[in-house]
């Protein structure tokens, strides 16, 4: 069981996803990991970016990745310097290999800024049009069939989710910084491309405005999983 989650920046994801490990957990014979947790925590996390970064250039998905967004870096991005062509590459797939690894080894991981996040996010940095998305997205997708991933969107209004970003008040990312008119673009924005997941490619829908019982029930009964 693969997992990947997107959701407006402090929406309520990495919350819901602690949730659902640990209700899951309580309940199956199997366990499911919070992978975020072990990326940005752990030294195994740290293991991995390693080992990735030793041996990246002999995989192929990392150069097919890069085909399909090298031709909308051609500007800088928008809102963070750091998120390059070479960033993106890295980070969806480095992620892919994550998930082909639990696969193989038929381990349990939900992610809660996974592939279907990073690609948001480079969408909105490098503004691009909603067909170019589409064909991105259909791509990489179309790559990721093999390994059998259950998608979804924790879905908030964009006013709620202003509301969430201001009260959680983090400072981390460039991202954490951004203020009125820049904060609701970019919070639109990355509304749009949401909203193409659920009414294109039919990802899941969890809602902020559920109970985090309601979205782990909704999840179990449409990702299909016991």
Do not use: W
Request: aromatic fraction near 16%; glycine fraction near 4%; proline fraction near 1%.
């Amino acid at each position: 069981m693969i997992i990947d989650i997107a959701g407006l920046p402090a929406s309520g994801k990495s919350y819901f996803a602690s949730y659902f490990c640990k209700t899951f957990n309580s309940i199956s014979r199997g366990k499911i990991i919070d992978f975020i947790q072990i990326d940005r925590t752990t030294l195994l996390g740290k293991i991995l970016h390693t080992l990735f970064n030793c041996f990246s250039f002999f995989f192929p998905f990392q150069h097919q990745t890069k085909k399909y967004l090298a031709e909308f870096t051609k500007k800088r991005p928008k809102y963070n310097k750091a998120h390059t062509l070479t960033f993106f590459t890295n980070r969806i797939s480095y992620i892919y290999y994550i998930y082909l690894i639990f696969r193989i080894f038929k381990l349990n991981i939900i992610i809660n800024e996974g592939i279907s996040q990073v690609l948001v996010t480079f969408a909105v940095e490098y503004n691009i049009d909603e067909e170019s998305f589409r064909k991105i997205v259909s791509n990489i997708l179309n790559d990721l069939e093999k390994v059998n991933v259950t998608f979804c969107v924790f879905d908030i209004s964009v006013e709620k989710d202003l509301k969430s970003f201001k009260d959680r008040n983090r400072h981390v990312t460039a991202i954490d910084e951004l203020k009125g008119k820049e904060l609701r673009s970019f919070i639109e924005s990355y509304k749009t491309f949401l909203n193409i997941y659920l009414t294109e490619f039919h990802y899941v829908k969890l809602s902020r405005d559920h109970s985090n019982k309601s979205n782990f029930s909704l999840l179990m009964e449409k990702g299909g999983i016991r």
